[in-house]
Antibody
């Protein structure tokens, strides 16, 4: 059974940093691309970042480029999102999602984590 | 940047058919995926590549895609289908994933 367990969220002050983790199980982690998606309170889904299975291809939404870094440790079956220079508008529930292909592109997100909430506030 | 537009809400009586449009420039040339999200829960993939269903998703969920509009169709709507629905594509021009604005389906 595929499982994605998001963790690392919390309350952080504006300008601060946070690292999210997504522990994967039930599939060969290195064979699949992964993405992070967020949802601000009462709002829709917003794609944040993407990383191919081998780690060679990374993409970022314009709203987080230069502040967030996606990475993965295939030996630990874990995806990460390092978030720096956090702003109030980064407040959201962050979900990791498994892409149904090695590289990504026109493939769906077939499994999602339960989400971890991030609140940026002083 | 590529934009996907959905109506904020759709209302339907039990047993009837709900149709949720997703508008985008030449979306018919893209692979479109649909997600269902119930309150307090993570999204769930219900239709991919415009018309295929993952295992466990009822045949009542179907999709189509042509021109500038993709459509998710829910036949014989049940109270349990009440949720927010999002369309989703990959924009190869920007190397970005894009989600639609979301549609809340209310079963009257």
């Amino acid at each position: 059974e595929v499982q994605l367990l998001d963790s690392g969220g919390g309350l952080v002050q504006p300008g601060g940093s946070l690292r999210l983790s997504c522990a994967a199980s039930g599939f060969t982690f290195s064979n699949y691309a992964m993405s992070w998606v967020r949802q601000a309170p009462g709002k829709g889904l917003e794609w944040v970042s993407h990383l191919s299975g081998g780690g060679g291809a990374t993409y970022y939404a314009d709203s987080v480029k230069g502040r967030f870094t996606i990475s993965r440790d295939n030996s630990k079956n874990t995806l990460y999102l390092q978030m720096n220079s956090l702003r109030a508008d980064d407040t959201a529930v962050y979900y990791c999602a498994k892409v149904s292909s090695l590289v990504g592109g026109s493939f769906p997100f077939d499994y999602w984590g339960q989400g971890t909430p991030v609140t940026v506030s002083s | 940047s590529y934009v996907l537009t959905q109506p904020p809400s759709v209302s339907v009586a039990p047993g009837q058919t709900a149709r949720i449009p997703c508008g985008g420039n030449n979306i018919g040339s893209k692979s479109v995926h649909w997600y269902q999200q119930k309150p307090g829960q993570a999204p769930v993939l219900v239709v991919y590549d415009a018309g295929d269903r993952p295992a466990g998703i009822p045949e009542r969920f179907s999709g189509s895609n042509s021109g500038n509009t993709a459509t998710l169709t829910i036949s014989r709507v049940e109270v349990g289908d009440e949720a927010d629905y999002y369309c989703h594509v990959w924009d190869s021009n920007s190397d970005h994933y894009v989600f639609g604005t979301g549609t809340k389906v209310t079963v009257l």
